[in-house]
């Protein structure tokens, strides 16, 4: 049986990851800390700590066959600019070596769509990929650049659990932007089905560097999706579009190629709706 690392196995991704592959890999996980594992809370999964020891040591106690990265910090809980290079480049780049000097057979990373000058989690996250690229003759490198995703059990801090959470409150208003930005949204399972695809698949798919964008076929503007969330939860909120200017290197129109993903046999299981109506549902 061949062993995984994930890295942020008590995220959102990770955990779900986790819990899909453990039946036919030994997990191993990767995380900040071991203080509230609540994700996998019901899983015997081995965890080591980047905050409480060198994570270099599972390296040593373990035989890792493939890594999956998909810790991030996002910088939407005030995180330090330090705190989300050390967790989207730093710690990364040290995980990678390591993979690296041990004989790993490959380095799945999970990516942004995203401009790098969006935000410091996006420069961040660009840093480590272009890295990646650079060590490519090094060890088989898959990197996933994740459009939006979402599902039951997200995070708080996820946009569309927000904007659930806020509607369902009954807020008097939510101040927005125009919300005519494009956007592709990816339904938990299908963002998993993603990965263990790539799994499956992997001694297939050629060449040191592949990149695949995991994303639906279908845009959809912030505000009809806001406008959605609105009437399926019922909500008598107020949505304020036009209160709050767009960011700096907006992304207006999210650009869509995901056909090496599909040539790989994936295909996405839901619909940008019929995701939000699973979400809010549960």
Not at 221 to 245: M, R
């Amino acid at each position: 049986m061949k062993t995984i690392l994930i890295t942020g196995i008590n995220g959102y991704l990770g955990s779900n990851l986790a819990k899909k592959l453990k039946h036919d890999y030994q997990i191993i996980g990767l995380e900040y800390s071991l203080n509230n594992l609540f994700r996998i809370s019901d899983c015997d999964f081995k965890v080591y700590s980047v905050k409480e020891g060198d994570p270099k040591k599972l390296f040593t106690e373990n035989k890792i066959d493939i890594v999956i990265h998909t810790a991030t910090f996002y910088g939407r809980q005030n995180e330090t600019v330090r705190t989300i290079a050390d967790a989207n480049f730093f710690i990364p780049f040290s995980l990678l070596d390591e993979a690296i000097k041990k004989g790993c057979s490959a380095f799945i990373n999970t990516d942004t769509v995203l401009d790098r000058f969006v935000s410091t989690y996006a420069l961040t996250k660009r840093h480590f990929q272009e890295w990646l690229y650079m060590r490519r003759n090094e060890i088989k490198i898959v990197n996933l650049q994740l459009e939006h995703f979402f599902g039951p059990g997200c995070s708080k801090t996820n946009f569309v659990t927000a904007m659930i959470d806020r509607l369902n409150s009954n807020e008097k208003v939510i101040d927005l932007t125009l919300g005519e930005q494009q956007r592709n949204f990816v339904y938990i399972d299908d963002v998993v089905a993603a990965y263990l695809k790539i799994i499956e698949r992997l001694s297939e798919i050629k060449g040191p560097y592949n990149n695949f964008q995991v994303a639906t076929n279908e845009l959809i503007s912030i505000k009809e999706l806001l406008e959605f969330l609105k009437e399926n939860t019922q909500s008598v909120t107020s949505l304020n579009f036009g209160a709050i200017a767009y960011r700096k290197n907006e992304l207006m129109i999210s650009s869509i190629d995901n056909n090496a993903l599909l040539e790989l046999g994936w295909q996405p299981q839901y619909t940008i709706k019929e995701g939000l109506l699973k979400t809010i549902q549960n």
